[in-house]
């Protein structure tokens, strides 16, 4: 069964203190992968979609990288309102359902 | 729509009594999904339709769970007689199409059952 584990599970950052959160995953044919921000009491919010190995994709303070086996989010230089939980989510070519990681819980603190 | 909206936002209901929770997906989009995402849980994967193919409906947890989708657009989830384990929070997200790329997500029902 395709598997997606994230680390850490949470993480306390000084504001400007940069860092990345891993997303490991096992998949039969990894169709994308994908970077989630939830906020409190809201649904996920869709980041960034990866596809192959190599491929890295930003947007403001946040760049997410791809290989073979994990994906990596790297948050360069956060700021308070960055504070969220980050998910990440594969889509296999074997079935049609996202696989979610529990989450990491970043709080960025001024 | 501008994005997947979710009906009601919250919702308390009495042990033993039905619920249906609806999802309006955004226009176009021919593939959606229903999870579950419990306290300090991961999303749970409920449900999937695409366009007018037989639904996946192999992560439902139980037979008092149902969805359907009415002309590939709205679906409802209706939670038959329900129990304590169903409280949780149930998202709905919709996609361009099979295997088409990234899912957006409503906001959620907040389902609470006393």
């Known amino acids: 069964e395709d598997q997606v584990t994230q680390s850490p599970e949470a993480l306390r950052l000084q504001e400007g203190e940069s860092s990345s959160l891993n997303c490991s995953y096992t998949?039969?044919?990894?169709?994308?992968l994908f970077w989630y921000r939830q906020d409190p009491g809201k649904g996920p919010e869709f980041l960034f979609t990866l596809y192959s190995a190599g491929e890295e994709k930003e947007k403001e303070r946040l760049k997410a990288t791809l290989t073979k086996k994990e994906s990596f989010l790297h948050i360069t230089a956060p700021k308070p309102e960055d504070s969220a939980t980050y998910l990440c989510a594969v889509l296999s070519y074997a079935g049609n359902q996202f696989y979610f990681g529990t989450g990491t819980s970043l709080t960025v603190i001024p | 729509g501008a994005g997947v909206s979710q009906s009601p936002s919250n919702k308390v209901t009495e042990k033993g009594k039905d619920v249906e929770l609806r999802c309006d997906p955004i226009s176009g989009h021919t593939a959606l999904y229903w999870y579950r995402q419990s306290l300090g849980q991961g999303l749970e994967f409920l449900i999937y339709?695409?366009?007018?193919?037989?639904?996946?409906k192999s992560g439902l947890p139980s037979d008092r769970f149902s969805a359907e989708r009415t002309g590939g657009s709205v679906s409802t989830l209706t939670i038959q007689r329900t129990q304590q384990e169903d409280s949780a929070v149930y998202l709905c997200?919709?996609?361009?199409?099979?295997?088409?790329?990234?899912?957006?997500f409503g906001q959620g029902t907040r389902l609470t059952v006393v």
């Open positions: 997200a919709s996609s361009l199409g099979a295997g088409a790329g990234e899912a957006f």
């Open positions: 998949v039969s044919g990894l169709r994308g």
């Open positions: 339709f695409q366009g007018n193919s037989a639904p996946d």
